[in-house]
């Protein structure tokens, strides 16, 4: 693989996701492909094989496409395409195997793999995360807050974005992940604050 593959990844994400609206873009791919090398570099991972995860880690995701077995065959014939050796394709596969956090607490089995989840993981907290959350809940129709309904994107950030801190793989993501959680604690105690004192808390009219 080399820097010319890279970009034709990353042409590939663009068109697949430029206009994706539920914090799963393509700024979302770039910042993971360049978080996921920033990671392999500081852990002596592959480089290459980390920014190629990181670009394509959610395109078979199914809550991003319809098919995501059709997904995947395009996938593969695309990186065959564009000449990307077998063994390569191979490490990319395995290496975004195991990234979602839907499917339980799976520990991804190459570095490259951790790596990935690592970078994934990352730009779900922090600022940006903080704006994805609210993205994605906005897309799928969900209250920002409300007391006592658990499906609310506040929710979200004590079901799963508060824990992710500590399920980092590397140390290098965790050193990371430590400040952008107490953004988020700081974010969490002023919206809660907010909602207070503007009587918000008070019981449902009907
Ligand atoms: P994964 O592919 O790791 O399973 P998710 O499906 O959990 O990832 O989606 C990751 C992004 O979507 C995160 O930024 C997360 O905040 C957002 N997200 C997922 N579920 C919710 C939800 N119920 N409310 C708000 N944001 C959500
Ligand atoms: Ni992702």
Sequence with gaps: MNPVHLRQIEAYVYRKFCEEGTGHDYSHMKRVASMACMLA???????QISEA??????ITDDKLVDDPAAAKLELVQFMK?????????????????????????????????????D????DAIGAIGIARAFAFG?????????????QTTIQHFYDKLLLLKDLMNTDSAAMIAEERHEIMKGFLRQFHLEWEVMGESSANPL
């Design 81 to 117: 395409d564009i000449g990307i050796k077998e063994e390569e394709r191979s490490a990319i596969d395995n290496a975004i195997a195991d990234v979602s956090y839907r499917y339980g607490h799976n520990q991804p089995k190459t570095l490259e793999g951790q790596i990935v989840q």
């Design 41 to 47: 570099d500081r852990e002596k991972a592959d480089k």
């Design 138 to 150: 906005g897309a799928h129709g969900r209250l920002i807050y409300e007391e006592g309904n658990d």
């Design 53 to 58: 995860a990181g670009w394509l880690h959610d």
């Design 119 to 122: 970078a994934d993981r990352l």
